[in-house]
């Protein structure tokens, strides 16, 4: 192994500059060449990169977003636009890739694998925490922090004029920031798409704290949850059922994806990218590298993407009991 490249792939999240520092550093400390790739998959159709060395991230460990860029790229999901990113991998002389990013760029990374046996180690760099294989993906524990903070300031608003407040975040498929903020901030109720829960039992949760006095209440809701077609449409039903709450939303959005990653994100990115540049190096490709109980797993990236990640049900259970 004498060169290794590394890019970032879909949507960006707080940590990959990290693990790229890390992949960088790992990369000097074993005397390997180590190629950026710009903007994702494009950027290695496009044959767009960049040697790295030590000196090229110097004061990123600290940064939001990604030093490498990233892009989705429809072109590499064609069979002619994998053979351009492999051409260009080889005359580049490039031994191993190392891809970070959440399903959509492990499933790109796989394709490579299988189709031209290239040697490939994913790092998951995903808010959202929903591939399996893994405790905590990159930048999940700073999205966490952002939305408890926002949702924090927007309770100050709600007791002041004793509103209800629609939170949404982001889970499109995955409830696990609605969980664990909405239990950080004590909502009122959790939606999120592995729980159903009926807008019957919504309006009785909200009726209920109304009749023990309760004047303002927060409801965080994960963007998949599909208890109202969405969340507007949910709290306009939720005024017609019961008007004498003042009903607002407020959608978080993109803010969860950026800001400066939490100390956990820099110290999980930095462990995840020496061990994916090690991992190369004995010849142990073709898996995600994550963490579990505090220790660094492997997982292949075919089960980190079919297999599904669990919410937890202690949590759940908890937030339940604290609903009372």
Partial sequence: MKTIAVLTSGGDSPGMN?????????????QIKCIGI??????????????????????IINRGGTFLYSARCDEFKTTDGRKIAHKNLKDNEIDGLIVIGGDGSFTGALKLKQEFNFPVVGIPGTIDNDLHGTSHTLGYDTALNTVMDAIDKIRD?????????????MGA????IALNSGLAIGAQEILIPEVNMSFENLINSLKKSKKSGKTSSIIVVAEGDKTGKNVFELASKIE???PKYETRVSVLGH???????????????????VKAVESLIEGNDGNMVGIDNGKIIFTPLDKA????????????????????
């Fill in 38 to 59: 710009i903007r994702g998959f494009s950027g290695l159709i496009e044959n767009n990169t960049k040697v790295l060395s030590t000196r090229s991230v110097r004061g």
């Fill in 240 to 242: 017609e059922t019961l």
């Fill in 173 to 176: 498929d995955a409830g696990y």
């Fill in 255 to 273: 803010i969860q994806r950026g800001g400066t990653p939490s100390c956990f994100d820099r110290v999980l990115g930095t462990q995840l990218g």
């Fill in 18 to 30: 990290s693990s790229i520092r890390a992949v960088v550093r790992a990369c000097a400390h074993y």
């Fill in 157 to 169: 608003t709600a007791i002041s004029h004793h509103r209800l407040f629609l939170v949404e975040v």
């Fill in 305 to 324: 993407l079919k297999g599904k990640s669990k919410i937890n049900k202690e949590l759940l259970r908890i937030s339940q009991i604290m609903n009372t």
